[in-house]
C-alpha cells in the first residue's frame, strides 16, 4: 500500500498528511468546504482528500479578500487562516515580499489561493518601505545654550512606526522619530530602542563633554586665524548632543618688517 493512500490525505503540495493529527479541528477541503475531523472505526469505504487548510472552529473557516497596494485595486482571494490579523491590517507575502491589506472576509471560491505571511504592518507604505521616517537629533537648550545641534537629520524608510513621536539611538546618538518627506539618506538602520525619553537610550555612567575643532581658516579682512569649534555632550556614556561653539582665535597675524 501507498503511503499517500495509509496516511489518507494530502496537502496542495501533494505532500501526505495523517489526518489523526488533526482530530477536532475543521479542515477545508479543495471541494471549498470546511469540515470537522472526527476519529471513526469503519473504514470500508474511505477516500483520500486534500487539504487546504486547518481552522480551530467553523466561524475561523473563512475566505479573507485582499487588496494589492502596489496598485490599490488587484484583489486576491485567500483561504489561509488569518484570523489573527483585524480587517485593514497590511501583511507582506513570504514568498515574494508583495503587500495586500485585508479588505474583508468573503465566501469561498475556487479561485482562492494559499497565503503564507512574513510579516504584518500598519499601512502599505511602512510594508513596502516606502513611507519615511524622520530622525531629528535632539540637543536641550540647557546642554547647547543657543548654539543648537549640529548632528545632521537622517531619513530613513526602515520601519519605525511603532517609534513615531519617541526616541531611538543610533551609533551612540539620541534621535527622535515622527514620520517625513524628502530625499533618504539611510534606507536600512541599525538601532536600538524605541524609547519613551532620551535618558532612557543612555547605559554607561560616563558624564563629559569633548571638545573638537572641525575646520581652521584664515579670516583675510581682519587677520586672524579662525577655529571652529564643536562640543559633544556625554550623558550616561553616550553622545547626546553635539553643540556649537563660537568660533575661535588661534593666532592674529602681523605684516612682516621691511628687510634690511
Not at 43 to 68: F, M, N, R, W
Not at 113 to 140: M, N, R, W
Not at 155 to 162: F, G, I, K, R, S
Not at 213 to 227: E, G, L
Request: net charge negative; glycine share 6%.
Amino acid at each position: 500500500m501507498e503511503e499517500w493512500v495509509r496516511h489518507g490525505a494530502v496537502d496542495s503540495d501533494s505532500d501526505p498528511l495523517n489526518l489523526a493529527d488533526y482530530v477536532g479541528e475543521i479542515l477545508r477541503l479543495d471541494d471549498g468546504k470546511c469540515y470537522a475531523v472526527e476519529s471513526w472505526q469503519d473504514c470500508s469505504a474511505t477516500v483520500v482528500v486534500t487539504v487546504l487548510e486547518a481552522y480551530d472552529d467553523c466561524i475561523s473557516c473563512v475566505c479573507t479578500l485582499l487588496t494589492d497596494c502596489a496598485d490599490g485595486v488587484t484583489t486576491l482571494l485567500t483561504y489561509a487562516d488569518l484570523r489573527t490579523y483585524a480587517i485593514g491590517t497590511v501583511i507582506k507575502r513570504a514568498s515574494d515580499g508583495k503587500c495586500f491589506t485585508l479588505t474583508s472576509t468573503a465566501n469561498w471560491d475556487p479561485t482562492a489561493v494559499g497565503f503564507d505571511v512574513a510579516s504584518s504592518h500598519p499601512d502599505c507604505g511602512t510594508c513596502e518601505q516606502t513611507e519615511k521616517y524622520l530622525l531629528e537629533h535632539i540637543c536641550e537648550p540647557s546642554e547647547c545654550d543657543s548654539g543648537g545641534s549640529s548632528m545632521s537629520d537622517i531619513v530613513t524608510t526602515e520601519d519605525l512606526h511603532a517609534a513615531v513621536g519617541m526616541f531611538v539611538s543610533v551609533a551612540g546618538h539620541c534621535y527622535q522619530v515622527s514620520t517625513g518627506t524628502g530625499t533618504v539618506t539611510n534606507p536600512t538602520l541599525e538601532y536600538q530602542g524605541p524609547f519613551s525619553t532620551c535618558g532612557e537610550c543612555v547605559v554607561s555612567p560616563l558624564n563629559s563633554r569633548k571638545r573638537r575643532v572641525t575646520r581652521v581658516y584664515f579670516d583675510t579682512a581682519n587677520h586672524i586665524i579662525v577655529a571652529e569649534v564643536e562640543e559633544d555632550v556625554i550623558q550616561n556614556g553616550l553622545i547626546v548632543g553635539t553643540c556649537r561653539l563660537s568660533d575661535e582665535t588661534v593666532a592674529e597675524t602681523a605684516d612682516c618688517p621691511p628687510s634690511s
